[in-house]
């Protein structure tokens, strides 16, 4: 066997875990430089140029695929990244980006825990990015983020690391519609670190590291009336409420890969903890809310993840693997309350009761095997069954059989489409008991006095698409999906700690289409995305104290929207280079999410759109370039709100970005 190269095992990565009969999008690190604001470009942003993805305030999730709730498991180089508790750091940035995948639709049984899509990254690898840059961005609401990232080779290692920071006046999305937000400044920094060697006997071992913390001020909305005046106390405007938020994430991954004739599998070791910190406003929360919680949440995971591709004959292939970790989650909540009386008024001083304070460990495990023939030129079937197990504050398990197909009817055709039964377990540290007993006769006490735990969702899910390719230079493909669910999985925003809660809805169901279509020729690429979809849900079974009693009885017996169904979200965009030039724009549009009694009522439609020009200049022939970058956020300034602050588990309101110009000065090393 020849000298290995990093080309050579990213193709044993594809054989281990094949993307095939799955709904598939890309996006190269080419096109992902080519956005307006190029490798500052946060990841959700990225992945709103993706079809089927919507976006939402960064408190709620930042994300949504197929209308669910943030049910995407990400992956770096195939392995897992497990859960975090954050509500809003960008653990992951675009800047090391080598590819990018979004798998979606009947996913194969190497695919658990996180079912409605897969967002795969392939790191940069020095292979391609051999030397590196320094930049410095900033621009609009006092942001400025300087960047260093660097690559090379030594001996049979490759390395790759990139750091920054990232310092801003608009660190969350503003609160109320003005161009400057209030109290919203944030400083954040980030680092990921890729190190590969070669051993020589057909197999590498791969180090992943990262990180990113974040402190963030909680944005203010003026003019609030004031709900519970504090005695004694001088009252407080709403615009001079001083919440914050600290975040914390750190990663690692350890995989060792090897192919021989007939075998390749990787064995993965990884890490993760993160925390959550928020500190209230004693008095401004007490004046609005009634209640003033400092909320602490923590989740440490380490795990182990196999998985392997036999080739039986040169048309059949097995896939076994497995996948196994533990985690120990705390949450913490130190909540200051009113006394009332049985008509909600106040009756004393404030006071603090008996503290929440839960720690908890869980375990994951899930085992699979698949059969994957390819019965001829045109025609390639999945059969697979996986089996997942769960420990925590509930015990469960679920056998998920899954069948997918594709078919190539010709050279510029191909259909693909399945069945998967999945078993989703909630996040451990999202679904935390409260002792609720503990607010009673205070301003915190639940008006629904209900604290069933958490469920894992079940869900079967039904896919069909087609490819196609129009000519050498125009592709487009078609997409349709349903899901119907039991326990039916979400989170909410329930408090003013910018951090979410989960809880179940009886049956659930998701309905969609979503189309794409894209032209690249030499130096121009076009592209768009359309989608339509629905997801309803009846019945919330779980964690029942957190809602409104006329919400809850109307919920029981009717099928209502989910707070994230948006019907139509769209994407477009288009770059091209010309000399040492390259232009850009994209844009976002969607119909609104759902907002009002029992998600009833949606905010207005919205579009927003980007654009950006660089060139790059040499001093000399010798020299390496210097890039300028000129980028526009919202150009037309539109002022769109992407929650009213109405809505199930919508505690505030949030606006999109208004009108921003950035400069980025990027010199190559």
């Known amino acids: 066997m020849g000298s290995p190269t990093f080309q050579t095992f990213n193709a044993i990565q594809n054989t281990i875990l094949p993307p095939s009969g799955v709904n598939l999008s890309t996006k190269s690190q080419a096109e992902i430089q080519a956005q307006p604001l190029g490798d500052n470009t946060p990841i959700n942003q990225t992945l709103l140029q993706v079809p089927g993805f919507s976006q939402d305030s960064a408190a709620s999730g930042s994300l949504h695929l197929r209308n669910d709730h943030a049910n995407v498991q990400y992956r770096i180089d195939g392995v897992i990244l497990p859960d975090g508790v954050s509500g809003f750091a960008q653990l992951l940035g675009s800047d090391f980006i080598g590819n990018l995948e979004v798998l979606d639709g009947a996913l194969p049984a190497q ?65 109320a519609p003005g161009y400057n937000p209030i109290h919203d400044h944030s400083n954040q920094g980030r680092f990921f670190g890729d190190a590969t060697t070669y051993l020589g006997d057909g197999s590498r071992i791969n180090i992943i590291s990262g990180l990113s913390v974040g402190g963030y001020q909680i944005p203010n909305n003026p003019g609030q009336p004031i709900q519970f005046p504090v005695p004694g106390v001088a009252p407080v405007a709403s615009s001079q409420v001083n919440e914050t938020q600290y975040e914390q994430n750190y990663y690692n991954v350890l995989t060792w890969q090897k192919s021989t004739a007939d075998l390749d599998f990787q064995i993965s070791a990884f890490s993760r903890f993160s925390n959550l910190n928020f500190v209230p406003d004693q008095v401004g929360d007490l004046e609005f809310n009634g209640v003033a919680s400092a909320v602490y949440r923590s989740s440490f995971v380490n795990g182990l993840q196999a998985d392997s591709a036999w080739r039986v004959t040169h048309d ?235 919400e809850f009885a109307y919920i029981q017996n009717h099928y209502i929207p989910t707070d994230h169904s948006q019907t139509w979200t769209g994407s477009a965009g288009a770059s091209y280079r010309w000399n040492s030039w390259l232009f850009s724009a994209d844009m976002i549009a969607g119909s609104g999410l759902r907002s009002g009694f029992a998600n009833l009522s949606t905010v207005p439609a919205y579009a927003q759109f980007n654009v950006g020009v660089s060139r790059s200049f040499k001093w000399s022939p010798n020299e390496k370039p210097l890039t300028v970058r000129v980028s526009v956020v919202n150009l037309f300034d539109s002022t769109y709100v992407i929650r009213d602050g109405s809505g199930i588990g919508v505690f505030a309101p949030q606006y999109g970005p208004r009108f921003g110009a950035y400069l980025t000065l990027s010199q190559a090393l």
């Open 111 to 175: 695919y658990g825990l996180h079912n409605t899509g897969i967002v795969d990254i392939t790191s940069r690898s020095s292979a391609f990015q051999g030397g590196g840059y320094v930049s410095l961005f900033g621009g609009s609401q006092g942001t400025i983020s300087p960047t260093i990232q660097y690559g090379g080779t030594a001996g049979h290692t490759e390395y790759f690391a990139t750091a920054s920071g990232f310092f801003t006046n608009e660190g969350i999305e503003n609160a």
């Open 316 to 550: 059949h292939t097995l896939h076994f693997g497995f996948v196994g970790s533990g985690e120990v989650a705390q949450a913490n909540n130190i909540s200051t309350v009113f006394p009332v009386d049985a008509n909600g008024d106040v009756t004393g001083p404030q006071f603090t009761p008996t503290p929440t304070l839960d720690s908890q460990v869980g375990w994951l495990a899930g085992v699979y095997a698949e059969d994957e023939w390819r019965l001829n030129n045109q025609l390639t079937v999945n059969t697979g069954l996986r089996f997942d197990q769960m420990w925590g504050y509930v015990d469960a398990n679920q056998f998920s059989p899954r069948i997918n197909f594709v078919w190539k009817s010709s050279s510029a055709t191909t259909f693909h489409g399945g069945y998967a039964r999945y078993f989703t377990p909630p996040e451990l540290a999202l679904s935390a008991p409260i002792n609720i007993a503990a607010y009673n006769g205070t301003s915190a006490q639940a008006a629904i006095p209900l604290d069933d735990p958490v469920q894992p969702e079940r869900s079967n899910v039904f896919d069909l698409g087609v490819d196609q390719k129009l000519s050498r230079w125009l592709s487009a493909g078609l997409d349709t999906y349903y899901k119907n669910a039991t326990d039916l999985l979400d989170d909410g925003q329930f408090g003013q700690a910018n951090t979410l809660t989960a809880f179940n809805y009886a049956k659930g169901w998701n309905v969609g289409v979503e189309g794409k279509v894209k032209y690249q020729r030499d130096d121009l690429t076009l592209y768009g995305n359309l989608a339509w979809g629905h997801q309803y849900a009846t019945d919330i079974i779980s964690n029942q104290f957190l809602f409104d009693p006329d």
